[in-house]
């Protein structure tokens, strides 16, 4: 494996699905910060508990990330580690490298500097982690008991997500498909 230039890693995080609302000019800010990093097969990248500090993107390769909630696959093009960045939460998953993996890494600091001078990525970022996974309208329970669907707060931009060939890559990160459910005629929010 190749060192990449900053226009390959732009090109490979332009088709990850977490920066699927970024433009190209935010994705190649992202590029800026990503440092590329390889693992061999059965090489640890993080452990439960450890603290959360960098996000990934799966260049080649394949990692399983198993938790209290099982385990599953992350491959090409798929994210992993950024629900816990976010959440300020410590690492939740051990993920293993299955394969040769190359990835591109952001440090969590130098994301947050990034988002700090950059509302639009947040926007942007936001408009991804908030949108069902699945892409259905979520699920609203009225008081009544009757079911009702209400469409997403939010348009989707003007391109089409990517399509991705990896085996989650229904799924952000861990993040499954997100579904409301409001009792007694009270709010969600």
Known sequence: M???TRIEMVVHLQSVELFAYCSAE????????????RYVPGERIY????????????VRGGVELEGLDGQRRV???GTFGAREILSDHPRAER???????????ID?????DLLS????????????????????????????GRSSHQAPDHQAPNHQAPNHQATSSA???DQAPMRSTVQGGGSTE
């Open 171 to 173: 799924h952000l990160d």
């Open 95 to 105: 993920a293993t490298a299955l394969e040769a993996c190359e990835m591109l890494e």
């Open 47 to 58: 452990s439960i508990d450890e603290p959360a500090e960098r996000l990934y993107c799966i």
């Open 117 to 144: 001078n950059n509302i639009e990525i947040v926007k942007a970022l936001f408009r991804r982690l908030l949108r069902p996974s699945d892409g259905q309208p979520n699920h609203v329970q009225s008081n009544n």
């Open 75 to 77: 491959e090409s093009t």
């Open 108 to 112: 969590s600091d130098d994301l947050f």
């Open 26 to 37: 935010q994705v190649v800010r992202m590029a800026s910060i990503a440092r590329q990093q």
């Open 2 to 4: 190749s060192k990449l």
